[in-house]
């Protein structure tokens, strides 16, 4: 574990990827538990990488929601690597829970809630485009209550108007990219782009997940430029018609915002059973 400032007591790492590692640790200041996230020492020495990283510090600061994982603090280490400082989630990730038997309202409630954070974003003008299970925290919001959703990470978000004027090379996962992602068309880029991520994870939520083997995800994604993937029979219909809409490979047959989906959401949800598994 680094040496962190005066004000962290670090309790564990919580999990590494390729650009860093997320630590547990206790803040002296705040008086709560934190989630640090640090940059690798060998990208720590890239300016590029660095300016990269304030970026998504400030993107993340920038926009307040109830569900956007809240920016606390921001710095340096002793050793000179920048971090920050993330409420903690105590529990866990959507990426767990899908591998878990949850209730499908449960699971739709949190997907609502993702959507209410993108309409967030997107009103200022922000495209996610890494939206997947591992990037929608958990946290709890009191005894006897259900988990609520942020959405965190925006390593690789942009503004629009950024997207507009330059063609920035095209970052993600490429299992939860939508079609125009996948093809670098840049003109198509919108909030659509994030919507189809929206639309992945509900099929993953109603469906299997998307396939480990190369080759078959290899597969799976070209499809994708072509179809929708297929949904399982017996989802409810209003529903199916919204995975649907979100998972048309044209851009331009999905909502054209946010604040669109959730309502249509919540009216296919209406008269589906509170104790359906999925």
Do not use: C
Not at 57 to 71: G, I, K, N
Not at 153 to 161: I, M, Q, T
């Amino acid at each position: 574990m680094p040496e962190l400032p005066d004000r962290y007591r670090p309790l564990g790492l919580l999990g590494e990827g390729a650009t860093g590692a997320v630590y547990r640790a206790h803040d002296e200041v705040l008086r709560a538990d934190v989630a640090l996230k640090i940059v690798r020492p060998n990208l720590a020495l890239h300016a590029r990488f660095r300016a990269r990283f304030a970026r998504e510090v400030a993107l993340s600061a920038m926009v307040e929601h109830p569900r956007l994982v809240p920016v606390l603090d921001h710095g340096k280490l002793p050793d000179g690597r920048p971090f920050v400082s993330l409420a903690y989630a105590d529990a866990g990730s959507l990426a767990d829970l899908l591998k878990q038997d949850i209730q499908l309202t449960e699971a739709l409630r949190l997907v609502d809630q993702v959507l209410d954070a993108l309409a967030a974003l997107h009103a200022r003008g922000v495209l996610h485009q890494d939206l997947k299970p591992a990037n929608v925290l958990l946290h709890s919001t009191g005894p006897g209550q259900t988990p609520a959703a942020w959405v965190a990470d925006l390593g690789v978000a942009a503004a629009l108007s950024e997207l507009a004027m330059h063609k920035r090379s095209i970052s993600g996962t490429p299992t939860w990219m939508a079609p125009e992602q996948l093809t670098a068309t840049h003109h198509e880029l919108g909030p659509w782009t994030d919507l189809y991520a929206v639309g992945l994870i509900l099929h993953a939520l109603l469906s299997e997940p998307p396939p480990a083997d190369p080759k078959a995800r290899k597969a799976a994604l070209d499809e994708r430029l072509e179809r929708a993937p297929a949904l399982p029979e017996g989802v409810h219909p209003p529903l199916a018609a919204v995975v649907r809409n979100l998972l048309d490979p044209d851009p331009r047959q999905r909502y054209d915002r946010a604040v669109d989906a959730p309502r249509a959401l919540r009216d296919a949800i209406r008269g589906l059973a509170d104790d359906l598994p999925i």
